[in-house]
């Protein structure tokens, strides 16, 4: 019993780190086409990426506004983990666990990290394959964003994202055989090449020219369509965001 409070010690620490602080709860409402009907943006992945194998992507999409808007709502995804940033500000992280029959999505609206002109969407998307933690369900490496309504549709996932593989990342492996006689269900860690690093990429003044446009790979669709044609059925997250405050 001894050998095993200091490590039961440690997970309190941790669960309190996380989670203190009071949560940020979205009060938009969304847009109920959304809840039964096909969405118009559709889940993407670069295109000569495999889908279920370890990988860490970044996608962009640059789109102009003709002013500030006091409003814009998108919702978004990814499978099978993901942070999203508005013109280098990071706005949400996700998805909220789930399963495929209940894929969670995140609603947040991004009025106030744009500006009259030039913005960008981007995302950071990582797929930890074989070496993904338990509580982690998968179908394949895929983004989705979709707007709440016509004000938003322009940074709907499909025509106009350009992604790429983000080199700097590399996995730190589980070492199996230091926890052979252990149960464990973390994940792995990750290795950072600095070097490698595409600084930069979330803001509006990255060249992204050299980047590929992302691959479709099907349509959005909420558990409330009988006939959705993705394997991932979209529901609300039912959950806060965390705080992430400076």
């Known amino acids: 019993m001894t050998t095993s409070f200091p490590r039961v010690l440690a997970a309190v620490a941790l669960i309190v780190c996380v989670f203190e602080g009071p949560a940020r709860v979205s009060t938009q409402s969304i847009n109920p086409k959304l809840l039964d009907s096909r969405w118009a943006a559709s889940w993407i992945r670069p295109k000569e990426a495999p889908p279920r194998s370890f990988g860490v992507y970044l996608f962009r999409r640059t789109f102009d506004l003709p002013s500030a808007p006091s ?6 995804t990814a499978d099978q983990r993901y942070e999203l940033f508005v013109n280098g500000h990071r706005v949400a992280t996700g998805p909220a666990r789930g399963d495929l029959d209940h894929w969670r999505f995140e609603t947040i609206d991004i009025a106030k990290q744009l500006v009259a002109g030039k ?126 405050t400076p």
């Open 119 to 244: 913005n960008v969407l981007a995302a950071v998307v990582w797929n930890y394959g074989q070496e993904a933690p338990m509580a982690q369900v998968s179908y394949q490496t895929g983004l989705l964003v979709q707007g709440d309504g016509e004000a938003e549709a322009p940074v709907n996932t499909g025509q106009g994202w350009r992604t790429t593989v983000n080199p700097a990342i590399s996995l730190l492996p589980i070492d199996r055989a230091a926890i052979f006689h252990e149960y464990f269900v973390g994940g792995p860690g990750e290795i950072v090449d600095a070097s490698k690093y595409p600084w930069g990429w979330e803001q509006p003044g990255f060249d992204d020219s050299a980047w590929a446009e992302a691959e479709r790979i099907t349509i959005g669709g909420p558990r409330g369509l009988r006939d959705s044609p993705s394997r991932w059925f979209l529901v609300p997250r039912g959950i806060p965001l965390m705080e992430d």
């Open 71 to 76: 409003r814009f709502v998108v919702h978004a």
